[in-house]
């Protein structure tokens, strides 16, 4: 895990107590929206496009082991072209 990653463990932990409840919100163009949704597995997804339609708004509510996971679920996020981490 590099200094950034480990800040960030550390935030996680200091906000949220694992395993538990975790919110993930990202923002993508229309057509990547499934491929976010899929990024946690029997997760609740909501789904609020923006006015024009172009991009999506995209909440994935999950409860999580621990904040490693929540951790590897963004660098998977990472690799989806365009994605914003809100």
């Given at each position: 895990?590099?200094?950034?990653?480990?800040?960030?463990?550390?935030?996680?932990?200091?906000?949220?107590?694992?395993?538990?409840?975790?919110?993930?919100?990202?923002?993508?163009?229309?057509?990547?929206?499934?491929?976010?949704?899929?990024?946690?597995?029997?997760?609740?997804?909501?789904?609020?496009?923006?006015?024009?339609?172009?991009?999506?708004?995209?909440?994935?509510?999950?409860?999580?082991?621990?904040?490693?996971d929540v951790i590897?679920?963004?660098?998977?996020?990472?690799?989806?072209?365009?994605?914003?981490?809100?």
């Amino acid at each position: 895990m590099n200094a950034e990653e480990l800040a960030f463990k550390e935030k996680l932990e200091g906000a949220h107590n694992f395993p538990g409840h975790y919110s993930f919100k990202f923002i993508v163009k229309t057509e990547q929206q499934q491929v976010v949704e899929k990024l946690v597995d029997g997760a609740e997804v909501r789904i609020k496009p923006s006015s024009g339609n172009k991009y999506v708004s995209v909440t994935i509510e999950a409860e999580m082991e621990s904040s490693e996971d929540v951790i590897n679920i963004y660098k998977e996020a990472k690799k989806i072209e365009g994605l914003i981490a809100l």
